[in-house]
């Protein structure tokens, strides 16, 4: 399927959640029954194009990971690796930890709905340039404000795009880029396609994600979750 390119999933699971207003951290809350990292790791463990999985997790949050791991039998993940102060620190830790891989699916363990299809395209835009990131174009007009909270301006919302995960590198180009900013400044770093665009000169390519690909945030978002499963069961 992948043509000998080896892939590694590089699934983050360390947040605490804080929005949530609960005890149990967002990536073990349950929807339907099951814990929110369980959908990512199930589409990332029966996908033929993904060959392992390396968690990146809380190091108070590992033990709980081992055990969801161990229950439903996930015999891809290679490594549990403990994450840093930021979601960059994080996912560089994960990046080390890869085995000669060639190409990486940086994902949100908060993000429960990726599915064998958004990986499929993530993974033949990814070939063109080494870079690309899962979106879905905005349904809403969108304004830019000034720093005293005016309009600056309103982009065409044609051109405008709600990014989300899986972010899917080269490994080579993103493990370098990570590796670089660090001598240049990690300021307002909110993504790893940010990290190519300041250091590199690689184009990123948008590939399309999907309106159910949402991040688990607030307890509203279980619902809606719960609500997306429903719907798939009836179907």
């Known amino acids: ?122 993974f033949e835009a990814v070939k063109l340039t080494g870079a690309c990131v899962t979106g879905i174009p905005s349904k809403d007009t969108v304004k830019l404000s000034d720093e005293e909270g005016f309009v600056k301006d309103t982009p065409d919302r044609r051109n405008v795009w709600i990014i989300q995960t899986p972010q899917v590198f080269s490994y080579p180009l993103i493990t370098n880029a990570h590796k670089k900013i660090r001598e240049e400044g990690t300021e307002g770093i909110t993504d790893d396609a940010m990290i190519i665009e300041r250091v590199t000169d690689v184009p990123v390519k948008l590939a399309e994600g999907s309106y159910e690909n949402i991040k688990i945030t607030t307890p509203e978002d279980i619902a809606v979750a719960e609500a997306f499963l429903k719907r798939l069961d009836q179907n």
Do not use: W
């Open 1 to 122: 399927m992948n043509n000998n390119l080896k892939c590694t999933a590089v699934l983050l699971a360390a947040g605490k959640g804080s929005r949530m207003n609960s005890d149990v951290y967002k990536q073990f809350l349950l929807i339907n029954q099951k814990p929110v990292l369980y959908y990512s790791l199930q589409c990332f463990e029966t996908s033929s194009l993904i060959d392992d999985i390396v968690l990146v997790t809380g190091k108070d949050m590992i033990e709980q990971c081992q055990r969801i791991i161990e229950e439903y039998q996930f015999t891809k993940v290679s490594a549990i690796v403990p994450g840093g102060k930021e979601r960059y620190d994080s996912v560089y830790k994960g990046l080390l930890s890869c085995k000669d891989t060639d190409y990486v699916f940086i994902h949100d363990g908060a993000r429960p709905f990726v599915t064998h299809d958004i990986l499929k395209r993530c």
